[in-house]
């Protein structure tokens, strides 16, 4: 199941990363410091799948938000 996620991030004096976020679902906003803990905080707003079925990844328009690499080619410059 997709979150939006609410995000505000900066760079603290130290060069982390530190900010807030939240779950436009949800009013309890989480505070993070480094990236570590900005990645824990997203896992805990983000449910995991109960069926194991990958999420989908469209845009909502149709549109896939995956990166696909270039069709690969052979020597000859023709698909393989």
């Known amino acids: 199941m997709p979150v939006e996620l609410v995000m505000h991030v900066s760079r603290a004096e130290d ?16 505070e993070f410091s480094g990236t570590l803990e ?3 905080v997203l896992e805990e707003l983000v449910p995991s799948e109960p069926t194991g079925r990958r ?15 270039p069709e690969a080619t052979t020597d000859q410059g023709g698909p393989q």
Do not use: E, K, N, W
């Open 55 to 69: 999420p989908d990844l469209s845009g909502g328009d149709g549109r896939s938000l995956r990166h696909t690499a």
């Open 38 to 40: 900005m990645m824990r």
């Open 15 to 30: 060069s982390r990363l530190s900010g807030s976020v939240r779950s436009t679902q949800d009013a309890c906003v989480r």
